[in-house]
């Protein structure tokens, strides 16, 4: 047996065909040396027991702002559907524009 690193993050998230269900939707990063032409087996066991959770301290909806010399960017707002919004100043022209990403993804 040999001892490796590794971290689970987990979030609980609607079903997509039936929203009255939830899945704990957990990744396993891991890193392992493995030889060259070797071959390594992983065994993960569940632990349903286990909060695994990400545990958000920050209010979201208190202001956040990064900052340099010639623009600031703002936290406006985070749309479940559309993602996250921002507002994007340039301090030398006061021209402002809107930002909005999400990053998504699809069980396979």
Known sequence: MVDADADVLCDVQEEELDPQKTVNNCQLYLKHEIDSYGMAFISVAYDPESDLAINVTKDVSEEMT???????????????????????????????????????YWQS
């Open 66 to 104: 990064i900052e340099t010399d010639d623009l600031t960017l703002t936290y406006v707002a985070d749309y479940a559907a559309d993602g996250v919004y921002f507002n994007l100043v340039d301090k030398l022209t006061g021209e402002s524009k809107t930002l909005g990403f999400d990053i998504r």
